[in-house]
Nanobody, 118 residues
Framework: QVQLVESGGGLVQAGGSLRLSCGSSGSISSINAMGWFRQAPRKQRELVAGILRDGSEKYADSVKGRFTISRDNAKSTVYLQMNSLKPEDTAVYYC????????????WGQGTQVTVSS
């Protein structure tokens, strides 16, 4: 069983930056997909960014060029560097991990709030 714990959320002004971290209770070296999702009020949860064990990455169109996902298997941690933040990035951000091939996720963190003020 993998437990994921997010940190790094908070309040930031538009144009600012935040870095989210997601620590795992176990090693992530054998986990295939790790990702960040977000859910804004009254909206569905959406994928923000994902990264596979082979290094492949994918991003939502709305964050391309502003957000960067990375993983450090030695530290069992995945990061989301968020730059040029916009008010529409305000949401609860969730870390996710998956063992299966492809972009699938089996484990979820509790979420961390990101609020971007205009």
């Amino acid at each position: 069983q993998v437990q994921l714990v997010e940190s790094g959320g908070g309040l930031v002004q538009a144009g600012g930056s935040l870095r989210l971290s997601c620590g795992s209770s176990g090693s992530i070296s054998s986990i295939n997909a790790m990702g960040w999702f977000r859910q804004a009020p009254r909206k569905q949860r959406e994928l923000v960014a994902g990264i596979l064990r082979d290094g492949s990455e994918k991003y939502a169109d709305s964050v391309k060029g502003r957000f960067t996902i990375s993983r450090d298997n030695a530290k069992s941690t995945v990061y989301l560097q968020m730059n040029s933040l916009k008010p529409e990035d305000t949401a609860v951000y969730y870390c996710a991990a998956g063992w299966r091939p492809g972009w699938t996720y089996n484990y979820w963190g509790q979420g961390t709030q990101v609020t971007v003020s205009s």
